[in-house]
């Protein structure tokens, strides 16, 4: 058992902020556990950041389920977080509970769902099964097509109205938090204020009980980041330089120094064991 549990991230509402950042692979999710993350979180957004795809809709279960295992094996104390990809929890109720058991069983210990009100039904089941459940509402990027591309989410009494319903649903369900993806400030304030579970905002201003972004944008080493990313590196020019460096010294002979590699002190001594091998060779 980890550290940091569902029932202790509900506890830090309105107490201490909660930090959550995505991960992908092991040396990531090792480096955000020691840097004393709460909350490291295999999201679907690795379609995009990961495998160059345009949006997340692509992103399969088996994909979630090698990277939920990777990140898994490096967490310690954190509580490790897994997306539901698209079209794994929509089609009934059994195939989601299937999906959420295959991605606890690479390692995870709760999985986040996009929506709330439509998915009542499967939170209070996988919560009642033992499986801790996120919500996300606001910018769900899964409805990509039918939102015609990412926008801002709350500028409409009905979006407000569509946000808050989908939050107290996930707080009635059971859920121990829910994401608020991309509102307006005052959208995710008021939500913060009407739910029970605490809030965790990603362009969704400071009114929130905690911040996710995603691993790539807050280090620098991805292009299209959204407007709402502060970059806490810039990882993308220490990386391109460190390649250029190694690219010259290969091709101007400085790599591999002394003290790179290993060799006969005794020339003689390899001279013989080599003519041998070779006499050996020719034998056979
Ligand atoms: N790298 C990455 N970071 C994220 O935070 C993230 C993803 N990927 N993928 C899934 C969703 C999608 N998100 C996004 C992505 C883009 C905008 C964005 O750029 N909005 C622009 C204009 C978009 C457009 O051209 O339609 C804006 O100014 O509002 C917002 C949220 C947040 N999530
Ligand atoms: C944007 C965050 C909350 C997410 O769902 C993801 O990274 O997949
Ligand atoms: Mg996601």
């Known amino acids: 058992m980890r550290e940091i549990t569902p029932k202790r991230i509900r506890e830090m509402k309105g107490k201490e902020k909660i930090t959550m950042v995505t991960a992908y692979d092991y040396p990531s999710a090792l480096l955000a556990d020691k840097a004393g993350i709460d909350i490291v979180f295999v999201g679907d957004s690795l379609g995009m950041v990961v495998y160059g795809e345009p949006n997340t809709l692509n992103v399969s279960m088996e994909q979630m389920v090698f990277h939920t295992r990777a990140v898994a094996k490096a967490v310690k104390r954190a509580l490790v977080l897994a997306d539901m990809p698209f079209s794994s929890y929509e089609v009934s109720v059994e195939e989601g509970v299937k999906n959420a058991v295959r991605l606890i069983q690479a390692g995870a210990d709760a999985v986040k769902i996009e929506g709330g009100a439509d998915h009542e039904k499967l939170v209070r089941k996988l919560v009642r099964m033992g499986i801790p459940v996120m919500g996300h509402t606001g910018l769900t990027p899964q409805r990509y097509l039918r939102l015609g591309g990412y926008r801002l989410m709350g500028e409409t009494e009905e979006e407000i109205e569509e946000i808050l319903r989908d939050a107290k649903a996930l707080e009635r369900a059971g859920a121990f938090a829910v994401v608020l993806e991309f509102t307006l400030a005052d959208v995710a304030k008021l939500v913060t204020e009407e739910v029970s579970i605490p809030t965790i905002g990603i362009g969704s201003g400071p009114w929130v009980d905690g911040q996710v972004l995603v691993w ?16 806490y590196a810039d990882l993308s020019s220490i990386i391109r330089l460190a390649l250029e460096r190694y690219r010259e010294e290969v091709k101007s002979g400085k790599f591999p120094a002394k003290e790179h590699y290993w060799e006969y002190q005794d020339k003689e001594d390899f001279e013989r064991k ?6 050996r060779l020719e034998e056979k």
């Open 274 to 279: 080599a003519k041998r091998a070779l006499e």
């Open 216 to 231: 790539h944008d807050l280090l620098g080493i991805y292009e299209n980041v959204p407007p709402f990313v502060k970059k």
